[in-house]
């Protein structure tokens, strides 16, 4: 049973940073891709970056350029850089790997 457990969320003024990790557990994880998610209220859940299997990294237009993510291997880890943050980066950011999802970490820009 794989689980994926996300960290890293919280109150950030716009211009800010934030660090999320996606820690997963349960089973070898680097056959597969890794991807953040993050759903806003009111709004659909929209694809953030996928982590793929050969470490290319896949951005929506809204966090190219501003957003980064990197992947440890050996710790099942997903992490997303969060820089230059916006209002409207303000959701819940989850985590998938397959069909396993993370329960997900809030994440709020406002000054």
């Known amino acids: 049973q794989v689980q994926l457990v996300e960290s890293g969320g919280g109150l950030v003024q716009p211009g800010g940073s934030l660090t999320l990790s996606c820690a997963g557990s349960?089973?070898?994880?680097?056959?597969?891709?890794m991807t953040w998610y993050r759903q806003a209220p009111g709004k659909q859940r929209e694809l953030v970056v996928t982590?793929?299997?050969?470490?290319?990294?896949l951005y929506s237009e809204a966090v190219k350029g501003r957003f980064a993510a990197t992947r440890d291997y050996a710790k099942n880890t997903l992490y997303l850089q969060m820089n230059n943050l916006k209002p409207e980066d303000t959701a819940i950011y989850s985590c998938?790997?397959?069909?396993?999802w993370g329960q997900g970490t809030q994440v709020t820009v406002s000054s």
């Open positions: 982590y793929t299997r050969s470490g290319q990294t």
């Open positions: 349960g089973s070898d994880l680097s056959i597969y891709p």
């Open positions: 998938s790997v397959d069909q396993w």
